[in-house]
């Protein structure tokens, strides 16, 4: 939602205006992965395969103007490599787009790609958060692998439409925040490799105005231009 209002000259609605922000839900970390029998065991690895084969590898994504699409310029650009862009519908395709040997390598959302990782079906080389994901406690961060200054969580939160009346509001905020405080909920949005993220109403509309900034910011860094 935050992302749009950048990625795109006429994204068909305004995040600040058309909303009410209720609050957060949980935050995703997004994993770089590569096919499980790829030959590719690491962030170094990758890099310099791309650097021997400049622009003919390249890389599935949620779709323009998500952190994994973000994410992947922002390495490409501070890795000095190149490789080719392939949008996908979703986090889901983007794997499977690794899976069947479509892409050479994708950044996907914690939550799609770990039962995938668990499977043995894909190789996770690095984490964008800051800190490893508890879920995958031996793969390192971009830092740790080597690329410095990139940092991608992938967040989801609730929004209700602007005009909603204030009683309707306050219900759904109280009973999200009920759901969130429910053991059996934040133990399986954290089996999947999410964090939850349970912030007021406030908490989530900086959050999304933060989002706005970064994205304007990545795409001044990787010359990406709005559709």
Same mark, same amino acid.
Do not use: W
């Given at each position: 939602?935050?992302?749009?209002?950048?990625m795109?000259?006429?994204?068909?609605?305004?995040?600040?205006?058309?909303?009410?922000?209720?609050?957060?839900?949980?935050?995703?970390?997004?994993?770089?992965?590569?096919?499980?029998?790829?030959?590719?065991?690491?962030?170094?690895?990758r890099?310099?395969?791309?650097?021997?084969?400049?622009?003919k590898?390249?890389?599935?994504?949620?779709?323009?103007?998500?952190?994994?699409?973000?994410?992947?310029?922002?390495?490409?650009?501070?890795?000095?490599?190149? *490789? @080719?862009?392939? %949008?996908?519908?979703? &986090?889901?395709?983007? #794997? +499977?787009?690794?899976?069947?040997?479509?892409?050479?390598?994708?950044?996907?959302?914690?939550?799609?790609?770990?039962?995938?990782v668990?499977?043995?079906?894909?190789?996770?080389?690095?984490?964008t958060?800051?800190?490893?994901?508890?879920?995958?406690?031996e793969?390192?961060t971009?830092?740790?692998?080597?690329?410095?200054?990139?940092?991608?969580?992938?967040?989801?939160?609730?929004?209700?439409?602007?005009?909603?009346?204030a009683?309707?509001?306050?219900?759904?905020?109280?009973?999200?925040?009920? *759901? @969130?405080?429910? %053991?059996?909920?934040? &133990?399986?949005l954290? #089996? +999947?490799?999410?964090?939850?993220?349970?912030?007021?109403?406030?908490d989530?509309?900086?959050?999304?105005?933060?989002?706005?900034?970064?994205?304007?910011?990545?795409?001044k860094?990787?010359?990406?231009?709005?559709?």
């Amino acid at each position: 939602m935050a992302t749009n209002m950048r990625m795109y000259r006429k994204p068909g609605f305004d995040v600040m205006k058309d909303f009410i922000h209720v609050g957060g839900i949980m935050r995703s970390d997004v994993v770089l992965v590569v096919a499980a029998d790829s030959g590719i065991n690491s962030t170094k690895d990758r890099v310099d395969r791309m650097r021997q084969q400049p622009g003919k590898l390249s890389y599935a994504s949620g779709g323009v103007g998500t952190p994994a699409h973000m994410g992947a310029e922002l390495i490409l650009k501070t890795t000095r490599t190149q *490789a @080719l862009h392939v %949008p996908c519908e979703g &986090a889901s395709q983007s #794997a +499977n787009a690794v899976l069947g040997k479509q892409v050479d390598l994708a950044l996907i959302i914690s939550s799609v790609s770990l039962p995938f990782v668990n499977a043995g079906k894909l190789k996770a080389l690095a984490v964008t958060a800051p800190t490893r994901n508890p879920q995958l406690p031996e793969v390192p961060t971009l830092a740790e692998a080597g690329i410095p200054g990139i940092t991608l969580v992938s967040y989801g939160g609730l929004s209700l439409p602007a005009g909603t009346p204030a009683p309707v509001v306050k219900r759904v905020s109280d009973a999200l925040q009920k *759901a @969130l405080a429910d %053991p059996r909920v934040r &133990a399986k949005l954290e #089996a +999947n490799g999410a964090a939850v993220v349970a912030g007021n109403p406030g908490d989530y509309t900086r959050h999304l105005e933060s989002e706005i900034a970064l994205t304007e910011k990545i795409m001044k860094v990787t010359n990406v231009t709005a559709q």
